[in-house]
């Protein structure tokens, strides 16, 4: 007689948020939305940063060298994590580990569209360079706030049904 055997899904890193937090608004909609899904959250910059008191919220702080938040970030980037970031650099390195990667206005980076807005980045900064003048970005908005909140439990959500699970 042959034994039945009984696979099981293969085992998933668990959900984890990653923060670019220098100037990240919506901080405190990602520390509501994480711990409402049970989520571990690293709120990572070069400098200390007020986070809640809580075991699920961890401050990372980097060395103060150029674009260290976006490497220790980009290092643990993978599929199941979300990265919260404006820093187009950084969401390429990042949506390329595999992970879900979205700006504080609910804009999320795909490998679709990450090259247009690399290439955008680069000449809005090759013109700064040449003594252009460019507009900054445009203010934050409620509506962006909010775009955010969709944005991330969509993700949170899509990423539970792939099989990921809170911590």
Same mark, same amino acid.
């Given at each position: ?7 099981? /899904? ?10 670019? $937090?220098? $100037? ?23 400098? /200390?940063? !007020?986070? /809640?008191?809580? /075991?699920?919220?961890? #401050? ?8 260290? !938040? ?15 970031? !404006? ?5 390429? #390195?990042?949506?390329? $580990? ?20 690399? !290439? ?10 040449? *003594? ?25 959500? #899509?990423?539970?049904?792939? *099989?990921? $699970?809170?911590?």
């Amino acid at each position: 007689m042959d034994p039945i055997t009984t696979t099981s /899904p293969p085992e998933r890193d668990p959900i984890v948020i990653f923060v670019d $937090a220098d $100037a990240c608004p919506v901080k405190p909609e990602i520390y509501r939305v994480a711990e409402r899904h049970r989520l571990k959250v690293f709120v990572v910059a070069n400098a /200390p940063i !007020a986070v /809640p008191r809580d /075991p699920s919220i961890e #401050r990372v702080v980097v060395p103060g060298g150029m674009d260290e !938040a976006d490497h220790w970030i980009a290092e643990r980037a993978r599929p199941g994590a979300i990265v919260v970031t !404006a820093d187009i650099p950084l969401a390429s #390195r990042s949506v390329k $580990a595999g992970a879900v990667t979205m700006a504080p206005n609910g804009r999320v980076f795909t490998e679709d569209a990450i090259g247009m807005a690399l !290439a955008t980045r680069n000449l809005m900064d090759d013109l700064r360079s040449a *003594g252009g003048v460019t507009r900054g970005p445009p203010p934050f908005t409620p509506k962006d706030r909010s775009a955010f909140l969709s944005a991330l439990d969509l993700a949170i959500v #899509r990423l539970k049904r792939a *099989g990921f $699970a809170g911590t």
